[in-house]
Every structure is written in C-alpha cells, then in structure tokens.
C-alpha cells in the first residue's frame, strides 16, 4: 500500500514539473515573437530604404537588333535548253566553279548531223539562187528592151525571189542548229559554287529540266523582318548602313547596306521584308540559310530628351505612367506623371515630357512606396548616400 501511494506522488510531482516547464517555454517563445514584432514594426516604420537615379539627357541613336536569314545574292537553277542524253558531269555539289566553265555535256552528234544537212541544203539553194539571179538579170534586160513579154519578166522576178527566200530560211536554220550545237555544253553563267545536282550521267535530258543548282556567295544578303511600329522610325533608302552579327562568328561585327524591302506588309505577322546586302567575311564561311542578326540604327533625336531607368517607371491603376522624384530637403518622393518615349536600350526609356534634367527620381524600390512616405537613399553598394541628403536616420 505505501509502494502505491510512493508511485502516485512521484507521477504528481513528475507531471507539476513538466508543466512548469511547458509554462516557462511558452512564455519565453511569447516574449521572443512580441520581442520579433517590435523589431519587425520599428523596421517598417523607419525610412524606407530606396536608389536614386539623377535625370540624364540624350541624344543618342536608337540601336535595334533584327533576326534575318542568310541568302547569295545570285542563286540559279540550272537546265539544256535542248534534250538528249547526258554524256559528261564535270562537277558535283560544293565545287567552286568559273564564268564559262562546262558543267554538263549532252551527246552532240544529232545536233552535229542536223549542220551537215542543213549546210548541204543551203550549198544547192545557194546553186539555185545564183542561177535565179542571172535568169533575172537578163529578163530584166530583155524586158527593158522589149523583147520578151511581161508575164516572162515576172516568172524569172518570181524564181529569183523564192530562191533568195530560201537561202535566207537555210540559213536561219543553219544558225539555230549551231546554237543548240552550243547549247549541248552547259556554262555557267558566273563564278559561284555547285550546291546541288539533281540528274546522273547517261540519262536522257529534256529540255527546261532542272539539272544543277548553283550560287555566288561573294556576296551576302541579309533579309530581314521589321515590325510596323518599326519600319516608320527608319530611313529607308538605298545604301542605308548597318551592322550584321552571326551567331556562329561572336564577337564580330560586318558592314551591310539596304538593298530593297516591301511596301506592304505581312498579312500575318504585320512584318516588312528588308534585304541587307554586304560582302562575305573574309575571316568566316558564312553561307546562304544561316541565321543573323542585323543592327539598324533609327534617326537621332533632334532634340535631347531626358532619359531614366526603366525600372523607374511606375504605372498607376488609370495605366497613366509616373515617376517619384525624390526632394532632398524633406527625404520623400511626389509622384510625377510623365509621357513616354521609346526604349534606347534594354534598360533605359526615353521621357518626353514630365520631368527636366538633373531632377533625382527613385530607382530601385519605385514600386513599394507611397505618397509622403520618409525614404533613405541608397547607392548601389547598400550605402548611405550623404551627398544625396545631408538628413541623417539613426
């Protein structure tokens, strides 16, 4: 009986301690939270912590960045203008060739007999002509002196003519069988490189068949898509100057002019096709089908306009746009509707009207404050900036 009453009072004691201690711990945690608020509270309601930005003026010249594709500014597909079949194949795809150098070759012979007939034909119709032409020669003489009718004079003027009638055929023909002669060598037309060959050797060849393809890619074109809010803010006249960037050549940047583009827009995408053209590098195998990127400068501002972060800028719930501009003096910030301009880089916006130069507007931290708020200028390494505001906050 004393073992049980021994147990019950330790249990008691046991549980007495473990909820002293329970009651010390949560009011410990209670004055360590109020302790954390007070802080917490003092932080907010001490100066807000901001960046200030002084107002810039500028005049540079906008630098916009356009995709573009590569293309050779001479590309051809190449065909015979006559048909028969393909005896030689002198190069293959991604040879370099000349102006007149033969590509392909059909079997000449047909084209060869077809001479020999006609320069046959054309030696008798010539025989005959030359015999015609005496004929006519006397009848004319004859006729003048009245000593045969006038139905013979016109039989030999009729004879004379159809055989100088003749001749003239024979010999047109003659010319267009030495030129499909020509035609069974295939030339090209200009220094460039094979890029494809569509037919083998020993085929038949039909005229007007496409056989090769070939480019020049001495020089470049760089066609790009301009977006109609910004095709206006551009000259658009030939020789126009840019600057072309290719992914594949970091750090380079080539010289383009403006070539042509499109008077009418896209219906899809609303985008103007604008043709660059420049030289190949010299230092880069640059071909047609790789993508670019072309820088193209807008028209200078004719007059300085003031230019802050774009980061400063601060929409209201009207979508009206305002900056803060922070008075030393007082250490807060009036809001200031402001209209503005266009972006001069990635970062920077123009301001058109609102604010004058050398005014200091709140960067960093232009979303999160409020009207008459007390703020504390910082620079970018978290400072104090006492030459913004001689104020000091404990």
Known sequence: MKKKIIVIITGMCLLAFLGVAAFLWFTKTQNDASAHEDTLAEALSGPRPVTLEKVSLTTSVKDRSFPGVVNAVDKTQLSFRIHGPLIEVNVKPGDAVKKGQVLMQVDPRDFQDRIAVLEAQLARTSAQYRKAAQDFKRATGLFAERVIPPADFDAAESVHDAAAAAVKDLEAQLQTARHQLDDTSLLAPYDGIITEQ????????????????????????????????????????????????????????????????????????????????????????????????????????????????????????????????????????????????????????????????????????????????????????????SSVSERSHP
């Open 198 to 385: 569509r037919v083998e050797n020993h085929e038949m060849i039909a005229a007007g068949q496409v056989v090769l393809g070939m480019h020049d890619i001495s020089r470049l074109e760089i066609e790009v898509e301009v977006p109609e809010n910004e095709i206006a803010k551009h000259q658009l006249r030939n020789s126009e100057s840019a600057r072309i960037q290719f992914p594949s050549v970091r750090d380079r940047e080539y010289p383009a002019s403006l070539k042509e583009w499109n008077t009418s827009a896209d219906p899809v995408t609303r985008t103007y096709t604008v043709v660059f053209v420049m030289e190949a590098p010299p230092d880069a195998s640059i071909f047609p089908g790789m993508t670019a990127q072309a820088k193209w400068a807008s028209e200078s501002s004719p007059v300085p306009m003031a230019a802050v972060p774009a980061r400063a800028i601060v929409a209201d719930t009207q979508g009206r746009s305002f900056v803060w501009v922070f008075d030393p003096q007082s250490s807060r910030a009036q809001k200031r509707l402001v209209e503005t301009g266009t972006l001069i880089n990635s970062h920077q916006a123009q301001i058109l009207t609102g604010i004058e130069s050398g005014e200091l507007i709140v960067g960093e931290g232009a979303g999160f404050i409020t009207e008459n708020m007390e703020l504390r200028p910082l620079n970018s390494d978290m400072t104090a900036v």
